[in-house]
C-alpha cells in the first residue's frame, strides 16, 4: 500500500500525542471532522499499519478510540493513566513507574543504535 503525505502526517501527529482521539488526529492535519470520506485518509493509515486504534482503553470514554503510533506508546499511555487516574498503592505507584522507566530506557538505547 501507498503512503501517502496525510497518512505519513497523521502518523506523526498520533506519534506526538499517544492516546489522541480520531477527531483530535483529523483536527491537527487540519482535515474535515464530519462529511462524507472524512475519515478516509486515517482509515488507511490504520488499515497500512502506521497506526495502531485501541477501543477497549478503559482510559478513553466508552465508544471513542484512542490511536497509537506503536505498541510501545500504547503501553506507556496504559501505564501512566493507571498511575495518574486510577487509585494506586504506593507500591503499585512504584511499581508503574519502574515499568515506564524500563520501557522508556528501552526506547532510548533503540533510538540511540538507529541514530548511529
Known sequence: MRIGPRMAELQAIVSAMPGCSRR????????????????????RAIQAGLIIQDISNPWVRRGHYALFAN????????LRAELLRGSPTPERAAELAAEIEEIRATQMADYACESA
Do not use: S, T, W
Not at 505498541?71 to 496504559?78: A, G, K, L, T
Open 24 to 43: 483530535a488526529a483529523l483536527r491537527a492535519a487540519e482535515l474535515p471532522e464530519r462529511g462524507i470520506g472524512h475519515g478516509r485518509p486515517l482509515n
Open 71 to 78: 505498541e510501545r506508546d500504547r503501553v506507556i499511555f496504559n
